[in-house]
């Protein structure tokens, strides 16, 4: 973990938030490269679930809403962790996570567990009264169940469908840590898929001159419940994340959340242990019965309220988790020549299509005009303006070069040298082999395209 939140601040991913005023634990603010690489995650997420699809509709909610949302929700009450302070340096900590029954910190006495609701509560405009009251949202669902009526309306969706987004979502939780794990403020891609109720969903018999349900049939929920495991293991091992450190765990019934009545957490092998990446839970009728929202059903002809699964993954858990199964370090020797310098190498190994930086451009030599020119504007300007995410590198030699687009998990170095001025070829060097080939610079593009799908 140590070597790659260093890698992170080192190499422009991400940085401690209010770093310059000591740190503001739980926020991190997220570097150019960082960003690049989230903004991948999130793209990948919304083609693969929402503009691939026909059912699914996207929304982008405002992050406060009236209180009553969270009243009706339950979260008001409910979403609150259980503290403990300690009685003598005063620090708070989850009750849950505590190992021994003495302060982590200082050894002391802790007092008696509380109840600790982790909303950040706010007040909109300038009265000061309760009725001024809202909250930065704990989750990104509640903007989507409060527009259901809204969705429905203006699109006529037939069941089942669903609604997606991403979006900010706010906790203020006890003890933030583990870096990205655990923060006070990250980022939900969340979808609520709405399916038929229980009681309409299934086809009956007559046996015995009574109406039972046939019983092969899964409930409607249970069938989308294993089809949405599914879907979200996809996407996890298309975004590159390793499904060895990947495990499906049934929380039980004491440990789910309020408004869940089946919770399948996905966890991953984290250096601090194997802890929650992303969820999918049943949510019932919950939260549309909770709003008062229901659904008329043309089939049945008549009002009815769907049911609700929810498969919720956290963009800062997906990046953590991906960042740590695409690091290597790697001591072979077998680079090629030029690429080594008998240290180990240390490289992200992200898919082509999610790494923040598809190619470095660099000049063989900066102080040669002749390729510098030729790097900017044969092969650097019309890469940059076809694929975007394209850097100008020409600091220190080239293994330098090379040692740093690999720790930024640039899959491809191009170089051109003195024989491109003669013949128009470029050296491309892969990032996880090391091998370099030379290319038509004419070529370059469909190269480069063909590997990025
Ligand atoms: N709408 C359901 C919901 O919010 P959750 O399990 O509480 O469910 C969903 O949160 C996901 O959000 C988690 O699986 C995790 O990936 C992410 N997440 C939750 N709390 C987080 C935190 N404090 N820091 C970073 N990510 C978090």
Redesign the pocket.
Known sequence: MEKIVSLCKRRGFIFQGSEIYGGLA?TYDWGHFGLALKNNIKNSWWKKFVDSRRDMYGIDAAILMRQEVWQKAGHVENFADLMVECEKCKKKFRADLIEENKCEECGGKLGEAKQFNMMFATKVGASEDSSAISYLR????QGMFVNFKNTVDAFHPKLPFGLAQIGK?F?N?IT?RDF?????E???M?IEYFVRPPETAHSYEIRNDTKVRKEEEKEEWEKYFEYWKDEMMEWMEEVGIDMSKVHDIDIAKEDL?H?SKR?T??EFEYPFGQK????L?YRTDFDLKNHGLDYVDEEEGKKITPHVI?P???????VLALLLSVYTEDTSTSLSAGDKDGEARTYLKFKPNIAPVICAVSPLLKNKPELVEYANTKVFAPLKTEFGRVIWDDNGNIGKRYRRQDEIGTPFCIVVDFDTLEDNTVTVRDRDTGNQERVKVEELKNYLKNKIN
Do not use: I, K, S, W
């Open positions: 739980g704990p989750e990104t669902a979502a906790r939780e933030p990205l794990f655990r923060q006070r990250f980022e939900q969340e959340a408004y919770t957490d996905f929650e990446l992303f969820g839970a929810e919720t993954f956290g963009v800062d858990r997906a």
